[in-house]
């Protein structure tokens, strides 16, 4: 587990550079005739999945993300999954459910105005707008396994700050058992929210128990690779939790409401033998109709790569987190 | 100069052959020059999975087309057609075992055993296997009367491939619903061959029927 921990060189919200500055530079970079890093890997081979797409390439527009200011965290580099292909592999099936869909469909999504609201069991709720996201609270770097339930996984570095951090803010009171999550509902922006034959109720929510999120693993992510998130991946903030499956990993969220009752959560809504609410990484149990016992680790290599590895329990981050769960039954709280 | 029949049963095969061989060449030279997505396995194994299906599906359309368009060659072509839903399964299974589970025979054995979704996939690849090593006119010619019910087993067989797509996915029922619907259509051009298969009725008895009927 790679957190970098607050030292001397740690960022404080004045050493952030200023966006002003940020735009400049992005500017005289553009101008010496660098294409943003956004647009060369939106439109690379990797970004089309569709194997016989020779006659429908065409220029598509690409949602510009901007670097960040934060210290990196120390680490191998051989091991992360490569950029292009983390922004262009991903289920987010508010842009269609093919994994290439959320790549080719979210270009045009809006980031601003956002509103991230902290409310329900809490002293002191707040609304951050999308500048507070990346200055509220200085950003830190974080190398997390995500784990999907589809028994593939990547290494990705985000950028953002413990939820745990966030959550303090707003002062929860001894009613505040639970953590619910939502993300934006727009069907203009999100087209897949707009499907009439079931599937996923949206907009897409998901919840963790107070204790869990609490836990200094729990992430905000505002970024990932240096720069702000592409729209795919959950632009711009979302939810890290790399001991539990992907799906627990909400993106885009406009809502983070501290409730007493345990908050229903899409996955386990549409199929609830299949999808639990704890969704802890589990290798002893099997989803119904798929073995969890070990994953494909997607990383630079292509067919031939030779990347199956066992599943380890809690995505290997039981040292963190295996106490939050030490009288429960995991098998019955899937 | 008209083409004779002969020529052109061989540029329908030829055809054919193109068709269906080469996107299986294009797909795995992109998977091996790491250009086809993050997941290559899985992408392989899905379009070989799907590929097959269509495949199949193809076949079955055969039947009933030809005496509507009178194109003699179609009806010499069914075999082809279906050897290559047949590779195309074969690439899908050696696919998921060679790339996916990395040739890890118990693990194989396992996932068969345990997950309905390759148990019936197994099942219609033993089918199709089958079908496919006494596809030959020799084997036919020895195999007589028992041949015909024998290759009927596909008409059983492409359902549960639907199912097997239908059970592999995360969510979403649309799209095996589709392939079910086109399968479904395709068989109600059979239906009295189907309710033989079903029908418990020695072949004796039903030879009679149909004379009698004629």
Redesign the interface.
């Known amino acids: 587990m790679l957190i970098k921990k607050k030292g001397k060189n740690h960022l404080t919200e004045a050493q952030v550079t200023d966006e002003s500055i940020y735009h400049q530079r992005r500017d005289l970079i553009k101008k010496m005739g660098f294409v943003g890093a956004g647009g060369l890997l939106a439109s690379s ?2 970004a089309s ?1 569709n ?2 797409s020779f006659f429908t390439k065409e220029e598509k527009p690409s949602f510009e993300t901007k670097t960040l200011d934060f210290k990196s965290a120390i680490l191998d580099e051989q091991k992360r ?1 490569p950029e ?3 922004i ?2 991903n289920n987010f ?1 508010e842009f269609g ?1 093919k ?2 869909d959320p790549v080719e469909n979210a270009q045009h999504f809006q980031v601003k105005p956002w509103q991230l609201k902290v409310h329900g069991e809490v002293n002191k709720p707040f609304t951050l707008n999308y500048d507070d996201l990346y200055k509220h609270l200085a950003l830190e770097e974080r190398i997390y396994r995500l784990r999907c ?2 028994a ?1 996984s ?1 290494v990705i570095p985000w950028l953002g700050f413990s939820l745990a951090k966030l959550i303090q803010q707003a002062d929860p009171t001894s009613d505040a058992k639970y953590v619910a999550f939502e993300t934006l509902h727009d069907k203009e922006q999100m087209p897949g929210q707009r499907s009439r ?4 109720h949206y907009p897409y929510v998901e919840g963790l128990r107070i204790d869990e999120a609490m836990n200094p693993l729990s992430f905000l992510a505002v970024g990932l690779y240096g720069k702000t998130l592409p729209p795919q991946n959950g632009a711009p903030i979302r939810l890290v939790v790399p001991w539990k499956y992907g799906f627990k990993s909400i993106k885009s969220i406009v809502s983070i409401k501290l409730v007493k009752h345990q908050p229903p959560t899409s996955w386990n809504q ?2 609830p033998k299949e999808y639990g609410f704890y969704a802890n990484v589990n290798p002893d149990v ?1 989803h119904p ?3 969890q016992a ?1 994953e ?1 680790r ?1 990383t ?5 790569d ?1 990347n ?1 590895i066992a599943t380890l329990p809690f995505n290997g981050y039981g040292e963190d987190v295996a106490h939050l769960y030490k009288e429960m039954n995991l098998k019955k709280n899937f | 100069m008209k083409l004779k029949t002969k020529d052109k049963t061989i540029l329908l095969k030829t055809a054919l052959h193109c068709a269906l061989f080469i ?1 299986a060449v ?3 030279y ?15 194994i899905h ?1 070989t999975g799907l590929s097959a299906l269509k495949v199949l599906i193809l076949g079955l359309v055969i039947s009933p087309l030809a005496p509507k368009i009178k194109f003699i060659p179609l009806m010499q072509v069914r075999r082809l057609v279906g050897l290559y839903a047949f590779f195309y399964a074969c690439l899908h299974l050696l696919s998921f075992f060679i ?4 040739l ?1 025979w118990p ?1 194989l054995l ?2 068969i055993v ?4 390759i148990t019936v996939g197994m099942f219609a690849w033993l089918v199709l296997l089958i079908l496919s090593v006494t596809s030959a006119m020799f084997v036919r010619r020895k195999l007589g009367k028992r041949w015909q019910p024998l290759h009927n087993l596909i008409y059983v067989t492409v359902p549960v491939v639907v199912l097997h797509f239908y ?2 996915l ?5 799209e095996p619903a589709v392939y079910l619907l086109i399968t479904l259509v395709l068989l109600s051009f059979r239906k009295q061959k189907i309710q033989r298969l079903f029908s418990h009725k020695s072949f004796s008895v039903q030879l009679k029927k149909q004379s009698i009927k004629q």
């Open positions: 081979n990797l999945a194997p016989f999954t292009a292909k983390v262009s592999h099936y459910t994994k290439s339930v589809e593939w990547m034959f079931g599937g996923i549409l199929a099997a109709r798929w073995s070990s494909r997607i630079s290599g292509g067919l031939f030779r199956r | 996107p294009w797909v795995f992109l998977a091996m020059q790491d250009q086809l997505g993050a997941d290559p396995v899985q992408a392989i379009f790339f996916d589970l990395q890890d693990l396992n996932e345990k997950r309905p979704y059970w592999s995360k969510s979403g029922w649309i």
